[in-house]
Every structure is written in structure tokens, then in C-alpha cells.
């Protein structure tokens, strides 16, 4: 018997998907920082002072973790929530025409996902209000 046919196939196949993916994440962080010991190492070698090293590699690390500007991420919450909310119309609009045309009750499903898509934009949008407010308490004016 073949073994692909296996309705059990999809699911062992997922698990081992987001297994393989945890492993090559934890993989890639343990190489990142052995890559970056042997740069101090070298840097080291080659007569480079300890104080240089750790300035180069704090300043790469700062440009990692530099702080967001509050307006911008306000910005990509609202067009987040426009485009999940557009697209959460749309596609109930396709799924209730295409039941309207076909009169087939499984092609609601194609509604019942612009739902999904439509809640989740509001719930970007009470977010985005949330970050006003807030904003507004800092003195901070968002129109």
C-alpha cells in the first residue's frame, strides 16, 4: 500500500512543517550570534580596542530595536483596518451574488469569511482609536 494516501498524511506533515520551522528559527538565532563572536574575536586579533568593539556592536544592535514613530504605526493600523474592512464587503458581497446566481448553500462559506475579514478590520479600527486617545492624552493631536 502506498503510504501518501494516508488521510493522516496532511496533518503529520503540518506538525512536522512548524516543527522543522521552531528548529531552523532556533538554528538561525545560535548561528547569528556565533557569527557575531567571532567578528569581536577577529576585531580583537587584529588590535581593535575592547571599547571600539562594543560601541560597533551596541550601535548595531540600537538600530535593531530603535523606537517607532507613534504617528506612522497610528498610519498602518488605519489603512490595515480600511483594506480588512473593504475586503471583508467584498467578499460578502461575492459570496451572497454568487449564492443569489448559483442558489448553492455551500458558497455562503465565501461570505462567512468576509466576516471574519470584516470583524478583525474592526477590531483595527477600535485599535486605532484606542492609539488616539492615547496620543491625545500626550498632547498630541491625530485628526
Do not use: H, W
Amino acid at each position: 500500500m502506498n503510504g501518501f494516501y494516508s488521510p493522516f498524511i496532511v496533518p503529520v506533515a503540518g506538525c512536522l512543517m512548524i516543527l522543522g520551522l521552531g528548529v531552523a528559527g532556533i538554528f538561525s538565532e545560535i548561528r547569528n550570534k556565533e557569527l557575531r563572536s567571532q567578528e569581536r574575536i577577529a576585531m580583537l586579533n587584529r588590535g581593535v580596542p575592547l571599547a571600539d568593539i562594543e560601541r560597533m556592536m551596541r550601535s548595531a544592535n540600537e538600530d535593531e530595536k530603535r523606537v517607532r514613530d507613534p504617528l506612522r504605526s497610528l498610519g498602518n493600523t488605519r489603512r490595515a483596518a480600511m483594506v480588512l474592512i473593504s475586503l471583508g464587503i467584498g467578499l460578502c458581497a461575492f459570496g451572497l451574488l454568487l449564492y443569489a446566481i448559483l442558489l448553492v448553500r455551500p458558497t455562503l462559506i465565501v461570505a462567512a469569511a468576509g466576516v471574519i475579514n470584516l470583524c478583525i478590520g474592526v477590531g483595527f479600527l477600535v485599535d486605532y482609536n484606542m492609539q488616539k486617545r492615547e496620543l491625545s492624552r500626550f498632547g498630541m493631536e491625530v485628526e
